[in-house]
C-alpha cells in the first residue's frame, strides 16, 4: 500500500482514545456500526481483564479515572462513597455499573422515553479507553517504520 492507503486504514480505524490517563475519550451518538460491534466485543472481555486480571481499581489513580466516567457529579459522589467500604475491585465495578444504571433509568424517566444522547455513552468510552488497540499513525503510515520488524536489527543502533 501507499502511504495515502495507510493513512486512510489508520484513519479509519482509530478512534483516539489515547490511553487511560489521558484526557476522557469521548464518542458521539448512535454510535458507528463498526464501533458497536467492537464495543459489544470487549465489554465481553473488560470485566475479566480491567477489573480481575488487571485490578485496576485498586490504583488510586485509576479509581479516579473510573468516577471521572460517570455523568453526573452526585452519581460520582455516592459511588466514591460507597468504594470507600471495600477494596475488591469486583464489587466496585458492580457499584459503578448499578449507579450508572440508575442516572440512566432517571433520563429516561426525566426525557418521557429513551433518548440517548452523548452522556449515555460514559460506559462504552471508558471501556474503549481500557481495551481498544491504540494505532501510532505515524508507525502505521510511515514507510520507513515499516522497515522495522520486530526481532530485526534496528539499522541505526545495531540493537
Known amino acids: 500500500m501507499n502511504n495515502e492507503m495507510r493513512s486512510a486504514v489508520v484513519s479509519y480505524c482509530n478512534i483516539g482514545v489515547g490511553n487511560e490517563m489521558s484526557s476522557k475519550t469521548s464518542l458521539s451518538y448512535p454510535l458507528h456500526p463498526r464501533l458497536r460491534s467492537v464495543y459489544n466485543t470487549l465489554k465481553a472481555h473488560f470485566e475479566r481483564i480491567i477489573i480481575k486480571e488487571h485490578?485496576?481499581?485498586?490504583?488510586?489513580?485509576?479509581?479516579?479515572k473510573f468516577l471521572e466516567y460517570l455523568p453526573d457529579k452526585q452519581v460520582r459522589d455516592k459511588v466514591e462513597l460507597e468504594w470507600r467500604?471495600?477494596?475488591?475491585g469486583a464489587t466496585m465495578?458492580?457499584?459503578?455499573?448499578?449507579?450508572?444504571?440508575?442516572w440512566i433509568k432517571g433520563q429516561e424517566s426525566k426525557q418521557g422515553g429513551y433518548r440517548k444522547n452523548e452522556l449515555l455513552l460514559s460506559k462504552e468510552a471508558l471501556v474503549f479507553t481500557y481495551l481498544?488497540?491504540?494505532?501510532?499513525?505515524?508507525?502505521?503510515?510511515?514507510?520507513?517504520?515499516?522497515?522495522?520488524?520486530?526481532?530485526?536489527?534496528?539499522?541505526?543502533?545495531?540493537?
Open 55 to 64: 485490578d485496576l481499581l485498586s490504583v488510586e489513580k485509576h479509581k479516579n
Open 85 to 88: 467500604s471495600t477494596k475488591d
Open 132 to 159: 481498544y488497540p491504540r494505532l501510532d499513525a505515524n508507525v502505521s503510515t510511515g514507510i520507513n517504520h515499516l522497515l522495522k520488524a520486530p526481532w530485526c536489527v534496528h539499522p541505526k543502533t545495531g540493537k
Open 93 to 102: 465495578w458492580a457499584i459503578w455499573q448499578a449507579h450508572y444504571a440508575d
